[in-house]
């Protein structure tokens, strides 16, 4: 390690990586010496816009990762690349936090928590999701047993994605986007993927599901909407609806027990909670108006922290890759649920 700050390096410097960078700076415990992008004239107006002056500027992230002024890197790129990235960067001992989703197979996040473990070096995936207050309050309880015999969980996510300037926006997004070796999966693995995150953080693991989806308003290989039913291991019944067809847009996460209820809205705070205590439903504030903002709660400071903290004091990050192969493995399991049209069960074997 370079002095008493986390030296990091960015690989991918397209729209997201700035969200890291930012974290980076604020945190006062890391320094960017490095960036990284295939298209370098990218990387190098990311390291002006943040006045990275020292930053040293890479088009093969491979030379990054040989830099030795870089203990730790982002990986921001297509999802298809993290795996191969995260292994490289393993193997060169820097630490990873990578954006969701961890992966496009359960094969390749075996292969990355491995490689992570075997060579000692932290893997952390992007859920920030998870550092909201709220959310983590309602996890709390939902363990302490206050939501009484839980009973039905649902993540929904009703977004809009144009297909011109989302899909086809230029060729780096035609590029990856929509398709199934690249990008992995469409609504559900990009978008929706952080509230089933969330539903099975709270309620548990999944026993088994089933699931439908379409392509219905893209030209895209991928779904852009999706269904599913499961059950939990609790015995509660879940759903969860992704899609990126929808208007207007609103997104929630609701967990319900016999005891008590709470509707998690866009911003990732508590809009409605019911508690057999009070026997009335409290609103924070109106929550339609609140949920079609779709103002989602944007934790990269809070993730970046808890990175660069588990690295300065040797623990074990927040959203480590075994509890992100999670997510996957359930989006992976509806996936399959559609293509076989039958119930598919947890643990999905590949």
Known sequence: MGGEKVRV?????GGIAASHVSGYLKSGMAEITALADSRVERAKALAE???????????????????????????????????????????????????????????????????????????????????????QRVKREFENG???????????????REDKTYYHADEVAKSWRGKWATEGGGALINQTIHLVDLL??????????YGIYDTRMHSIETEDIAVSILRFKSGAIGYILGSVDLRPQEDWVAIYGSRKSVIIGSDKRVAREWSEESGTVVSKESVGERMETVTPFLGHD??????????LKDRPPAVPGEEARKSLEIVLAIYRAHRTGSKVALPLVE
């Open 9 to 13: 390096g960015v690989i991918g410097c």
């Open 49 to 135: 816009r943040f006045s990275l002056k020292h930053a040293s500027v890479y088009e093969n992230y491979e030379d990054l990762l040989k830099d030795r002024s870089v203990d730790a890197v982002s990986i921001c790129t297509p999802h298809h690349l993290h795996a191969e990235i995260t292994i490289k960067a393993a193997e060169h001992f820097k630490h990873v936090l990578c954006e969701k989703p961890i992966a496009i197979s359960l094969k390749q996040a075996d292969e990355m928590i491995s490689a992570c473990r075997k060579n000692g070096v932290k893997l952390a995936i992007v859920f920030q999701n998870r550092f909201s207050q709220d959310v």
């Open 146 to 160: 206050d939501f009484g015999i839980p009973i039905y969980g649902e993540a929904v996510v009703k977004w809009y």
């Open 200 to 209: 099975q953080w709270i309620m548990g693991p999944v026993e088994y599901l």
């Open 302 to 311: 809070e993730t970046v922290r808890d990175f660069i903290e588990s690295i």
